[in-house]
């Protein structure tokens, strides 16, 4: 009791300094909930949690580890269902809520599994020859449908998935031939370097076999990683849920097909593939959302599909009456529309595209008759109502969102300040998955009205003994009269100060000041967005005030707003995120001569542009950017970006000035802040040779730079990735900028 009263009658900054600042290790210690799935009853949930783990066999190395668990909705009741070195996901009910069915990685292949809820052990439902995912339960639960990645190759030998053995009925573009007729093997023929033509190709065959060469006609060939000559599908199959049966597909040929689920009755299932069979896949941008007969392998009939757009995400009411969806045009700067339509067996109604000016996505539907939140309040619609539950990015977080079907209401459940990453509904209550700044991620659950909100977890309860700092949100008004949301977060030091001498010296100091830019162009981030948590909050616990905004182009503030940046991707947006700066250090707290900037992928070119064009910033890091936009359309695979923001392509006069006046690199003359660049080794996305050239022009220019290669990455590090390298990386930030801001700038010599 005397602890007790010694605690209560200590200052909140004695508390305050009990409490220890968030270090780059902790990246290591957050853990996220996901994959929420109610049971058929609402009285139980099924999550994944993703956790990073020491490699016990590798020290310094980290690995990922995915499992499900299990919640009856009690606040501290949830135990692991499954364990081990190899994850396992995408938990999925069956009808009567006594199996879950789920995914886990057998000898490097996704496979399907089955665990009974009554006790015992889960077996695997799954063994073929390609991974599964995506597991489906049939209304009557006697089957499951699931996705299976099958390449190129591996299709044309398939005699079930290709009887012909012929290749596809759209061209392969191959130089020389008129036809696809090259595709097929003629065993016969050896492989001959001396030979006839015949053994020729035969030998050079041998050689891609051999993985000595890639030959490569396809326009979509840089994949995240590795050039991909080799095209891949995803085809559907259907196996019976008992041990030892044999799954059989229910597509075949080379097209994919997606985002399956089950109509009603159990004869027909729902999918999205290519709208236009005839064109290579690379070409053909439309999508279109078909049923698919059970039996009868290589029919389909389009439900929704239309020249010029693509239909995606289709989410069927429980009584296969409704049909969500999204939809969007095929060109230029857009997000996926939602969209309603009746259904009749395939019939379907004429769609309708709701005025909803964000990107929504995660469907759910339920049948609310929770009293008045059923109720239209200009209707006066009777409860039972049918209503879609979704999530949408907007204004920098992810609200729930709920549709009612009838009178087409949209109401938003949630609010700005947090994110909702995962979740799912029943008629009287919403479990989900939600990140905000005091926690980055944890289960709860609430009444449908996505209100009375109760924490189920506390898989990163460890958060409560770190220091945080809490943003602030403002709002700019740009040249465009729109108004640009941006956020301002102190050194912890003195988000935690409170009146003691301690905290006063902590307030009369001066601070250095961090501008960090999101990429995308089309992210957005927030207090309600998760990626950044780590980031920002290691960056105040060094000393550093960060400020984040929004410029135009970001998502989550409607369509007018992300097409306001085409053909130009430097000085508007660039004006959004300086204003956000210079409002941020006007603070009393910040050092305006210790002023440092970052970003990645768009964010990257950002920052190079900047630096090219304002001289503020003491030290920048531009990752994994984009420099040159020309070079930009030739080695990377986001290279659509180029035709859909700057209306051509490089060898088109006027398209080709806009890019080069959009290009950093075309300015690299003048940037003469000392600049780090990072990029990953096998980034694709947006391509190594242009920090190549940034590295090299400044190089010779004499100006202060360094290049950072990361060996085997990809596009990622701040979210995904190899976790060592994540964690190099971040204090590569906090390590280069110190150089220049380390110290008051009356103290650097």
């Known amino acids: 009791m005397r602890f007790i009263l010694l605690l209560l009658l200590l200052p909140a900054a004695a508390i305050a300094q009990q409490q220890q600042k968030i270090v780059a290790s902790d990246l290591t210690r957050i853990k996220q909930v996901g994959g929420v799935a109610l049971s058929p009853d609402g009285q139980r949930a099924a999550y994944t949690l993703t956790t990073i783990e020491a490699n016990p066999d590798q020290a310094g190395e980290y690995d990922y580890r995915t499992h499900i668990y299990l919640s009856s909705l009690k606040a501290g009741d949830s135990k692991a269902l499954t364990r081990g070195p190899e994850s396992a996901r995408q938990p999925a009910w069956s009808p009567d809520g006594t199996r879950l069915a789920f995914v886990r990685t057998v000898k490097g292949k996704g496979q399907v599994f089955v665990m009974p809820m009554d006790g015992g052990e889960a077996y695997q439902l799954t063994s073929g020859k390609y991974s599964a995912s995506s597991p489906v339960w049939s209304p009557d639960g006697k089957q499951i449908l699931f996705e299976s990645s099958v390449s190129f190759a591996e299709i044309l030998s398939d005699s079930v998935l290709n009887p012909s053995r012929r290749g596809p009925v759209w061209s392969l573009e191959k130089p020389g031939f008129a036809n696809n007729d090259f595709v097929r093997p003629d065993k016969s023929v050896k492989a001959n370097p001396d030979?006839?033509?015949?053994?020729?190709?035969?030998?050079?065959?041998?050689?891609?076999?051999?993985?000595?060469?890639?030959?490569?006609?396809?326009?979509?060939?840089?994949?995240?990683?590795?050039?991909?000559?080799?095209?891949?599908?995803?085809?559907?199959?259907?196996?019976?849920?008992?041990?030892?049966?044999?799954?059989?597909?229910?597509?075949?040929?080379?097209?994919?097909?997606?985002?399956?689920?089950?109509?009603?009755?159990?004869?027909?299932?729902?999918?999205?593939?290519?709208?236009?069979?005839?064109?290579?896949?690379?070409?053909?941008?439309?999508?279109?959302?078909?049923?698919l007969p059970l039996n009868g392998i290589g029919r389909r009939t389009v439900l929704l599909g239309a020249e010029g757009r693509s239909y995606f995400s289709p989410e069927l009411a429980a009584d296969g009456s409704r049909l969500a969806f999204l939809s969007s045009s095929t060109e230029g700067v857009n997000f996926g529309q939602v969209g309603i339509a009746t259904l009749s067996g395939t019939s379907v109604s004429t769609p309708e595209i709701l005025p909803f000016d964000r990107a929504a996505g995660s469907f759910k539907w339920s049948t609310n008759s929770a009293g008045k939140a059923g109720r239209s309040v200009k209707t006066g619609t009777p409860t039972s109502t049918p209503v879609l539950y979704f999530i949408a990015p907007a204004n920098g977080g992810s609200p729930l969102y709920r549709l009612n079907a009838i009178t087409k209401e949209i109401t938003q459940l949630t609010g700005f300040e947090?994110?909702?990453?995962?979740?799912?509904?029943?008629?009287?209550?919403?479990?989900?998955?939600?990140?905000?700044?005091?926690?980055?991620?944890?289960?709860?659950?609430a009444?449908?009205?996505?209100?009375?909100?109760?924490?189920?977890?506390?898989?990163?309860?460890?958060?409560?003994?770190?220091?945080l700092s809490y943003p602030e949100k403002r709002v700019y008004t740009n040249s465009k009269g729109q108004a640009v949301d941006y956020w301002i977060m102190k050194p912890t030091v003195l988000a935690q100060a409170v009146s003691t001498d301690a905290s006063r010296q902590a307030s009369g100091r001066k601070y250095p000041l961090l501008l960090n830019m999101h990429g995308g162009p089309t992210a957005m981030w927030g207090p309600g967005e998760a990626s950044m948590w780590h980031e920002f909050q290691f960056m105040c616990s060094q000393g550093y005030g960060v400020v984040y905004a929004n410029p135009r182009g970001s998502g989550g503030y409607g369509l007018a707003f992300q097409q306001a940046n085409v053909k130009d991707w430097g000085t508007g947006p660039a004006e959004d995120v300086l204003a956000a700066a210079t409002d941020a250090a006007k603070e009393a707290w910040v050092d305006t001569s210790r002023q440092v900037i970052t970003g990645g992928s768009y964010a990257g070119y950002l920052t190079a542009w900047i630096v090219g064009h304002d001289n503020r910033f003491k030290a920048a890091f531009a990752q994994r950017g984009v420099y040159d936009l020309t070079t930009f359309m030739g080695e990377a695979n986001?290279?659509?970006?180029?035709?859909?923001?700057?209306?051509?392509?490089?060898?088109?006069?006027?398209?080709?000035?806009?890019?080069?006046?959009?290009?950093?690199?075309?300015?690299v003359e003048n940037i003469r802040t000392p600049l780090l660049i990072k990029h990953g080794e096998n980034d694709l996305r947006t391509g190594t040779a242009q920090s190549e050239m940034m590295m090299k022009s400044l190089k010779i220019l004499g100006r202060p730079v360094e290049y950072v290669r990361m060996p085997g990455a990809t596009h990622e590090l701040s979210r995904t990735g190899n976790v060592r390298q994540r964690i190099d990386r971040i204090l590569r930030i906090y390590e280069f900028f110190e150089r220049y801001v380390g110290q008051p700038a009356t103290q650097v010599k």
């Open 195 to 291: 030979g006839s033509l015949a053994e020729i190709r035969a030998y050079l065959q041998k050689d891609v076999d051999d993985k000595k060469a890639k030959v490569i006609t396809r326009l979509n060939f840089q994949g995240e990683a590795t050039t991909e000559s080799d095209m891949g599908f995803t085809h559907l199959f259907v196996t019976d849920v008992r041990e030892g049966a044999t799954a059989r597909p229910i597509t075949r040929g080379f097209y994919s097909f997606s985002a399956a689920s089950w109509l009603p009755g159990g004869q027909q299932v729902l999918a999205v593939t290519k709208r236009d069979t005839l064109k290579h896949p690379d070409r053909e941008q439309t999508s279109a959302i078909v049923a």
């Open 418 to 445: 947090k994110g909702v990453t995962s979740f799912d509904v029943s008629g009287k209550q919403v479990v989900f998955a939600q990140t905000e700044v005091a926690n980055p991620s944890e289960l709860l659950v």
């Open 447 to 467: 009444d449908a009205d996505a209100k009375n909100p109760l924490v189920l977890t506390t898989h990163n309860d460890w958060v409560k003994q770190k220091a």
């Open 638 to 667: 986001a290279w659509r970006l180029v035709p859909n923001y700057f209306g051509g392509y490089p060898w088109q006069p006027e398209a080709q000035k806009v890019l080069d006046a959009n290009s950093p690199y075309s300015f």
